[in-house]
């Protein structure tokens, strides 16, 4: 019995030795949000069109989880965002992080020196925490910034927000009355359990208990088909949080055009842009895989005849 | 007088609660908004309506009065049949010509009735005793006609359907990765726990401690021994690259299956010192006194006689691994859990059905399937 199970995993063994790391196929993943699904199948689209064979992983974790599988080399490349670098080296108030291209040059050297990860070219578009007021009394109030939104307050406006804890009680909501100079009350904080976007954005849709003001992401889709205005983060409090994807340096190295193919791609992206490719993931239903293709086609990065 | 059935009295009562209070239909403007109700008069011709009420109150009064199982059994389905093309057609009315984001979903009170009429179904099909085979046969009729049901596109418009028609191709792949993982860890579970439960058995001693352990193992909830397998493997694969090579990571199909298989291991040994324990001193004496050896006693008597409480114990660990998979979903080991948690994040309450509901099917199907494994052993002992 012992000598089987012996032979078995010698067996096994020289099974998976025999396939050489060239004519791997890179494997995309991302995590479990819509949004990171969405992009990392439009990269996995691209690097086919291409013509680098690719494996489909999408939505495998949260982040933990698949920044562990990028580590452990179980996956190739995900996309990630800029200022969770933060939370990965153990630094986030680093102010460097507030910063689009600092926080992309800090997160790329310290990853790629700890981790022998590439972090590929950024896309301009920033999906951190900001706040989202109702169209009509974003119109009533004449709200386009948070300093506006600070103003309002200030002035005794009629604010109800709802989020999560985590954003009510430790440093987002805190960080943003510190720099813009507000304070809401607790009567005007509306903590919503499990604090998915999606269900403040619904609650400020639907007025429920006068909320007039949701927590968000800054390219969420939901925004839009709420028909909420998304409020400047005028002072740069927020980290940014742009999407970027990363990939081992090992398999940059066997397949450099990597690089060259994606960087377009991203720098395509603009906050809006996502918005309104995420409502069709989230609001409508589409796959994720469907949307990134459309957009890929209608943007010419893959010619139609190329597509599924 | 005849006598007011109990049980029917109770699901009339719950399912014309639920047609007063819930709506059968709801309208969504998106996916993750929640939805209007829709009333039935408003959407479908009278006739259909009248129709629709007949065959529940038809149902309602059988439930209360006719105790012969064939009636009982006849009516239920025909209530649910009714019910199910009802609110289909409804979809279909409600739903315009290619409209992709409007949704129709069936109501709270679409969910009670149905639950209540399935419950008359199985009680009458209870109490109509039908063999092993048979019950087996009836579950492969109503899961093709189920199946033939919604592959006719009738169904189409309705919301869960929607979210399928999305997700088809990753639908069928996860399917595999679920079943893959719950098979596969019962598979390795029961080559390691039958020895181990027949060891136990001879081994009075050691059996404290080995069921003692194991018994620790059931109390870690399973999402933490999920994280807890998470470290050790990555360092494993990290230190053995050969390992990593063969799917051997910290996380994925690896830590999922691992913990799916220590979850395996408590209700087969247990059953299986139980059964053996259950087969009389006199039959195994007797055995030895025909000149059998331990090993032909083993295999020829105690083994066979203790089956029917063994394979209570798969059945026991094939359930309840249908339903641990789902949390795989959240390390990388995918199945239809990734459905459930991804329609959480969104709040897409259809998307989490996509993936709950099937869930179901497999572990009540799979439960009904090794019971009549059970009684069949039951029935013709060796």
């Known amino acids: 019995m012992a000598r089987f199970f012996q032979a078995l995993v010698l067996a096994i063994l020289l099974l998976a030795n025999t396939t050489t790391p060239a004519s791997q196929p890179v494997v995309v993943s991302s995590k479990l949000s819509s949004e990171s699904a969405m992009i990392g199948q439009m990269i996995r689209l691209l690097l086919e069109a291409h013509g680098i064979p690719t494996v489909d992983r999408m939505a495998i974790g949260a982040t933990p989880i698949v920044r562990k599988a990028l580590l452990s080399g179980e996956i190739d490349l995900y996309v990630e965002y800029t200022g969770n670098a933060g939370f990965f080296f153990n630094r986030p108030d680093d102010p460097a992080w507030k910063d689009l291209q600092r926080g992309y040059d800090l997160g790329a050297r310290l990853d790629l020196e700890a981790n022998r990860i590439v972090w590929l070219a950024p896309a301009a578009a920033s999906n951190s925490w900001a706040l989202a007021v109702r169209r009509d009394v974003a119109k009533q109030n004449r709200l386009a910034t948070m300093s506006d939104f600070a103003r309002w307050v200030r002035e005794g406006g009629e604010v109800i927000l709802a989020c999560s804890a985590e954003f009510a009680n430790a440093g987002t909501l805190k960080s943003l009355e510190k720099t813009y100079a507000f304070h809401l009350e607790p009567r005007q904080k509306i903590v919503l359990a499990g604090g998915e976007t999606a269900a403040t954005i619904g609650a400020a849709a639907a007025r429920t208990n006068g909320i007039n003001t949701a927590m968000v992401y800054g390219t969420d889709g939901g925004i839009v088909a709420a028909d909420l205005v998304l409020l400047e983060d005028d002072k740069h409090d927020q980290p940014v949080y742009a999407p970027v994807p990363i990939v081992r340096e090992a398999v940059l190295k066997a397949r450099p055009e990597i690089a060259g193919i994606v960087r377009p791609l991203m720098e395509s992206f603009t906050r809006e842009s996502l918005q309104a490719l995420n409502a069709r993931v989230q609001i409508d239903g589409e796959s994720s895989e469907a949307v990134a293709g459309d957009y890929l086609r209608a943007t010419g990065f893959i010619r139609p005849a190329a597509g599924r | ?382």
């Open chain 2, 1 to 382: 007088m005849q006598r007011i059935d109990r049980l029917g009295a109770l699901l009339s009562l719950v399912a014309a609660c639920a047609l007063a209070l819930a709506p059968l239909v709801v309208l969504k403007a998106n996916r993750i908004v929640p939805g209007q109700p829709q009333a039935l008069l408003d959407v479908l011709p009278a006739w259909t309506v009248l129709l629709l009420y007949g065959v529940l109150a038809t149902a309602a009064t059988v439930a209360l009065r006719v105790q012969a199982p064939r009636v009982r059994l006849v009516v239920a389905l025909t209530g649910m049949i009714t019910l199910a093309l009802a609110v289909a057609t409804a979809a279909n009315d409600l739903t315009p010509e290619g409209n992709r984001v409007l949704r129709v979903a069936p109501g709270a009170g679409f969910w009670i009735v149905m639950i209540a009429l399935g419950l008359l179904a199985t009680d009458a099909l209870t109490r109509l005793k039908p063999g092993p085979l048979l019950r087996v046969v009836i579950l492969v009729v109503v899961l093709a006609a189920l199946l033939a049901a919604l592959g006719s596109g009738f169904f189409d418009d309705l919301s869960i359907m929607r979210e399928y028609a999305v997700n088809a191709t990753r639908f069928a792949r996860e399917a595999r990765q679920h079943l893959m993982l719950a098979l596969g860890s019962l598979a390795a579970a029961v080559m390691v726990a039958l020895p181990l439960g027949v060891f136990c058995h001879r081994q009075p001693r050691l059996k404290a401690a080995v069921l003692g352990t194991l018994n620790f193992v059931q109390t870690i909830p399973s999402i933490a021994l999920f994280g807890i397998l998470m470290a050790p493997l990555a360092a494993l694969a990290a230190a053995w690259p050969a390992l990593a090579s063969i799917g051997v990571s910290g996380i994925g199909t690896a830590p999922a299956a691992i913990a799916l298989f220590l979850y395996s291991l408590l209700p087969i040994v247990g059953n299986t010192v139980v059964g053996l324990a259950r087969v009389s001193p006199a039959t195994v004496d007797a055995a030895h006194g025909m000149g059998l050896t331990d090993w032909q006693t083993l295999r020829q008597v105690e083994l066979p006689l203790a089956l029917p409480t063994i394979l209570t114990g798969i059945r026991i660990v094939l359930v309840q691994n249908i339903g641990l998979v789902t949390i795989a979903a959240l390390i990388g080991g995918g199945g239809f859990g990734t459905f459930v948690f991804q329609g959480i994040g969104q709040t897409a309450i259809d998307l989490v059905l996509l993936g709950a509901i099937p869930v179901v099917v497999l572990a009540f199907s799979a439960s009904v399937v090794l019971d009549a494994i059970a009684d069949l052993t039951r029935r013709v002992p060796r």
